[in-house]
């Protein structure tokens, strides 16, 4: 007999992806409006069917397309426990943790590629660079992109959200590796080239690690964005092709590697079961819920065991 938290977790589960699917169909009739009749069919049979043991997802159909509500959802939920499997290995015990947002100047639909691009170059300068005062103050850091718009303006505004590790001592006055957020601004903007002084957060994580993974590994774009326009679907979809929206550094990439983790995660299963030991169990039971697309909801069909 499943557990009140198995039910709980598969109830909460079902309802999310009820909500991603209803999406899914608005973004599927905008994709063959525009003529796209391949990624219209493939939102249409994305999740059309899960399969659920333990209160987990074991298996589904899904279509890896950027701006899927439902493969976004996956994608970031199995950023957010990779983040945060990462940083609960031995060699962060003796870290702290800062959160960075790094912004430019909102932009147009037609600046946007650009700008992502300017954006992409500054990261490198101030990540990569031996001598930048960024990298030498920093263990390793975690990015990654978000692109927020505004509908009445029609402008974009991208911004990197960044989670960073230092060592202990670090916010000492008496530190000459420490960046005061004057200081970040001053790089940010050298680094981008900009002509004006751009929007920079810095802020120490106390004891709020879970809530600071959680907001860096969100979403990159909100489906509630562009899941009616078509002009904002054209734009996203176009300069989220084949871009890179996660990167790892410093010691968050040496981790990730060690761990065998994905740079960019798929949407699949669920990361937080051990899945092996859920199909060793002959007591498991396996349901199997469709998409029903009169009544807008998941139906189980199906209870069986899984062995």
């Not at 909100?222 to 734009?235: G, H, N």
């Amino acid at each position: 007999m499943a557990s009140i938290d198995e039910n709980s977790r598969k109830v909460k589960r079902l309802r999310t992806i009820s909500e991603k699917k209803k999406m899914n169909e608005y973004l599927s009739r905008i994709y063959k409006r525009l003529g796209d009749e391949k990624k219209a069919k493939k939102l249409k049979l994305c999740a059309n069917h899960f399969v659920f043991a333990d209160g987990n997802i074991l298996e589904a159909m899904y279509c890896q397309l950027r701006l899927c509500p439902v493969c976004s959802w996956r994608r970031a939920d199995r950023t957010f426990h990779n983040v945060f499997y990462i940083i609960s290995q031995p060699e962060f015990k003796d870290l702290d943790f800062i959160f960075i947002t790094l912004t430019v100047k909102n932009c147009s639909a037609d600046e946007l590629p650009a700008t992502l691009e300017m954006m992409n170059k500054g990261w490198r300068r101030l990540a990569m660079t031996a001598m930048c005062e960024f990298r030498r103050s920093f263990e390793g850091t975690f990015k990654a992109l978000e692109i927020t718009v505004n509908k009445k303006t029609g402008e974009y505004h991208p911004h990197y959200h960044i989670l960073a590790a230092v060592k202990k001592g670090y916010f000492r006055k008496s530190n000459p590796d420490y960046i005061s957020q004057e200081n970040l601004i001053k790089l940010w903007q050298k680094v981008c080239k900009l002509d004006y002084e751009p929007n920079v957060d810095i802020r120490r994580v106390k004891n709020a690690t879970y809530k600071a993974v959680a907001e860096v590994a969100k979403y990159s774009v909100k489906a509630t964005d562009y899941i009616k326009d078509e002009e904002i679907v054209k734009t996203l979809d176009k300069v989220l092709f084949r871009r890179r929206l996660l990167a790892y550094g410093g010691i968050f990439q040496v981790v990730r590697k060690k761990l065998k983790l994905e740079e960019e995660p798929i949407a699949e299963g669920d990361d937080s079961f051990n899945a092996s030991q859920i199909l060793a169990n002959p007591n498991i039971v396996k349901e199997i819920y469709k998409w029903n697309f009169g009544t807008k909801t998941y139906e189980l069909v199906r209870k069986t065991n899984l062995i």
